[in-house]
C-alpha cells in the first residue's frame, strides 16, 4: 500500500524559508512523477512542482518559480521541497502526490503558515 507522509510545515515570517518533505513507501518510485500540491484556505487546490523520479525533470508553477526547489534522494524514498523568499500568499496545506497514469496518490498534507 502506497503511502505519502509529509512534514516540516509550520509558521514562519514571510521572507523565510522552510523545506517540507514527504516520505514515500509501498512502491518502487522510479517510474513515478512525484509533486507538490497546496490548498489555501477557501480556495481551490493548485500545482506547485513536479519531479520526476528517475530522470529529475522538474516543473514549477509561475507562482513560485525562483523560490521553490523540489528535489528527492532515492536513498531515502523521500521528496523535498525548500520554500525560500516565503510570502503571506505561500500560506496553505502542502500536500504530496505520486502519479503513475492513472493513478495518484496523495498525502495528508502538511500545513504552511507564513505571517506578514
Known amino acids: ?16 524559508s ?3 518533505s514527504c516520505a514515500a513507501s509501498g512502491r518502487t518510485f522510479s517510474t513515478y512523477r512525484m509533486g507538490w ?7 481551490e487546490r493548485e500545482f506547485v512542482a513536479f519531479i520526476h523520479w528517475s530522470g529529475g525533470n ?4 509561475d ?3 525562483g ?17 525560500n523568499s516565503l510570502k503571506p500568499e505561500d500560506t ?12 495518484t496518490y496523495w498525502g495528508k498534507g502538511t500545513l504552511v503558515t507564513v505571517s506578514a
Open 58 to 61: 522538474t516543473v514549477y508553477a
Open 18 to 20: 522552510l523545506r517540507l
Open 63 to 65: 507562482s513560485v518559480k
Open 92 to 103: 496553505a496545506v502542502y500536500s504530496c502526490t505520486a502519479e503513475l497514469p492513472p493513478i
Open 67 to 83: 523560490r521553490f526547489t523540489i528535489s528527492r534522494d532515492s536513498a531515502k524514498n523521500t521528496v523535498y521541497l525548500q520554500m
Open 37 to 43: 500540491f497546496r490548498q489555501a484556505p477557501g480556495k
Open 1 to 16: 500500500q502506497v503511502q505519502l507522509v509529509e512534514s516540516g510545515g509550520g509558521l514562519v515570517q514571510a521572507g523565510g
